[in-house]
């Protein structure tokens, strides 16, 4: 790969060297965030944005997907730079734990107070110990009760349980077998996504069960993975025209998820090449994204200091935002762009009360004894 390729040029000869904080990161994980807040407001408000750029947003949801991606990445990197650490063991589930765990039972329980505790009515054991060990992801009456988007945090446990296992043995893979690894595990993942597709189809079960099985690990390990495989190649080096190449890249792969997205949606769990192959193409467009944010500077410019905090805001913006949106719901009139505005408003408000009270304390916790930023 030489300086004109728009792929990550490997700099790096040693993959287990913790490279420095990319500002880069926190504005994709800011972009992410937002897209998943306005997908919400568009889905579950009554808010016409037809006709308007905000109309894109109706596929926002592959904002989480995003976040896999950007997990991969980076949970590669914290698990390389432990592996060798005493109590590796220890160091790397402090930091994970610290991360995920205070906030989230902060806001689940706010949220079983303030917004609907009705789940709790029936198999109250599964409710809570799922949602305790971060297997709600697993069981369709779970997976969405308490705070819908936590789902996603079931599966971002169970990404890190694999990157704790596999990580160091990676690691000492030759680099040369490391894309050809990927694509047997890619050649996996669609392997059981169609499997699990042409099974339940056959069994008649409806869609909502179809889409279960396909937002469990083994569905969507393509995103982290590929994260993660990007981290084992190296960090790519700052390259401006590569930069842009990509972001052209991730917007013209964006326009096409989201005209597949919107012309076939009705129909989307009939159509084995939706149910199958969509997701791998939104892992495609996360990779171009990634390596766009990896391909600036590490430290950006003033200007982009708002996508920055956004960015630093993103946990707390993905787990308020759906709970501000029920309470607006459920005690004031307030629709469209105005009800938008107010959940904006609250949201982050919400999130920068939570990361200086919540967040940074436990993470200087977790990360006592290992470098920030993992």
């Not at 505790?117 to 009760?145: K, M, V």
């Not at 997205?261 to 939104?282: C, D, E, G, K, Q």
Request: charged share 10%; glycine share 6%; proline share 5%.
């Amino acid at each position: 790969m030489t300086n004109l390729s728009f792929s990550a040029q490997i700099e790096i000869p040693n993959p287990r060297r913790a490279p420095a904080w990319h500002d880069g990161l926190d504005v994709l994980r800011g972009i992410a965030a937002l897209s998943v807040v306005l997908f919400h407001c568009i889905g579950l408000l009554p808010w016409n944005v037809q006709s308007t750029p905000l109309v894109l947003f109706g596929a926002g949801w592959i904002g989480v997907d995003l976040f896999f991606m950007i997990s991969g990445y980076v949970i590669c990197a914290s698990a390389l730079r432990l592996q060798d650490a005493p109590n590796y063991a220890q160091k790397f589930w402090r930091a994970r734990l610290a991360r995920i765990v205070p906030l989230y039972v902060v806001t689940s329980v706010l949220f079983v107070f303030l917004v609907d505790a009705t789940f709790l009515r029936e198999r109250p054991a599964l409710q809570l110990l799922s949602h305790l060990f971060f297997i709600h992801n697993l069981f369709p009456e779970t997976a969405l009760s308490l705070n819908g988007v936590t789902w996603s945090l079931g599966v971002e446990m169970q990404f890190y349980v694999l990157a704790f296992l596999c990580v160091p043995s990676l690691a000492r893979i030759r680099r040369a077998w490391l894309i050809p690894s990927y694509l047997l595990l890619l050649l996996g993942v669609v392997g059981y996504r169609y499997g699990a597709w042409y099974w339940l189809r056959t069994a008649g079960a409806a869609d909502a069960a179809i889409s279960h099985a396909l937002s469990q690990v083994p569905a969507l390990l393509d995103s982290f993975a590929l994260g993660a495989l990007i981290r084992l190649f190296g960090a790519p080096s700052p390259n401006r025209l590569r930069s842009m190449i990509l972001v052209v890249l991730a917007l013209a792969s964006f326009l096409l998820i989201y005209l597949l997205y919107t012309n076939y949606a009705a129909r989307y769990w009939s159509l084995w090449p939706m149910a199958v192959l969509f997701r791998t193409l939104i892992a495609l467009f996360a990779a171009f994204a990634l390596l766009a944010a990896l391909s600036a500077r590490h430290k950006l410019t003033s200007a982009w200091g708002p996508a920055i905090r956004l960015g630093q805001l993103s946990y707390g913006i993905y787990l308020w935002h759906l709970i501000v949106l029920q309470l607006i719901q459920k005690y004031t009139p307030l629709s469209g762009t105005s009800a938008v505005l107010v959940i904006l408003v609250l949201t982050w408000l919400l999130s920068e009360a939570s990361l200086r009270l919540v967040e940074r304390p436990a993470m200087r916790w977790g990360h006592a004894h290992a470098k920030p930023n993992a």
